[in-house]
Nanobody, 115 residues
Framework: QVQLVESGGGSVQTGGSLRLSCVSS????????MGWYRQAPGKEREMVAI???????HYEDFAEGRFTITRDNDKSTTYLQMNDLIPEDTGVYYC?????????WGQGTQVIVSS
C-alpha cells in the first residue's frame, strides 16, 4: 500500500520561502514520477510541478523561476522549494505519486501567504 505524507506548510509573508516535503512508502519510489499540486479556496486543484523518474522537471508558468521540485530516491522523498511567495500561492498543497497502474495522493499541507 502506497502512502504519501506531506509536511512543511505554514504561514509566511509575501516574499518568504517554504520547503515542502513528501515522504512516500510502499512500492519502488524511484520508478514513479512525482508531482506537487495545489488547491486554492474556491478553485480547482492545479498542477504545480512534476519530476519524472529520471529527474526531468516540468513547471506550470506561475511556478517557473520561483519553485523547484527535487527528489531523493534514497529517502523516497520529494521536495518543493518555494521562493518569492505571493498571496496567490495560498492553498493546500498535495503530493501525487504517478504510479504505473494507479495514482496516489497525500493528505495535503496548508500554505498561507499574507501580504
Amino acid at each position: 500500500q502506497v502512502q504519501l505524507v506531506e509536511s512543511g506548510g505554514g504561514s509566511v509573508q509575501t516574499g518568504g520561502s517554504l520547503r515542502l516535503s513528501c515522504v512516500s512508502s510502499g512500492s519502488i519510489f524511484s520508478l514513479d514520477s512525482m508531482g506537487w499540486y495545489r488547491q486554492a479556496p474556491g478553485k480547482e486543484r492545479e498542477m504545480v510541478a512534476i519530476i519524472d523518474s529520471g529527474g526531468i522537471q516540468h513547471y506550470e508558468d506561475f511556478a517557473e523561476g520561483r519553485f523547484t521540485i527535487t527528489r531523493d530516491n534514497d529517502k523516497s522523498t520529494t521536495y518543493l522549494q518555494m521562493n518569492d511567495l505571493i498571496p496567490e500561492d495560498t492553498g493546500v498543497y498535495y503530493c501525487k505519486r504517478l504510479g504505473v497502474m494507479h495514482d496516489y495522493w497525500g493528505q495535503g499541507t496548508q500554505v498561507i501567504v499574507s501580504s
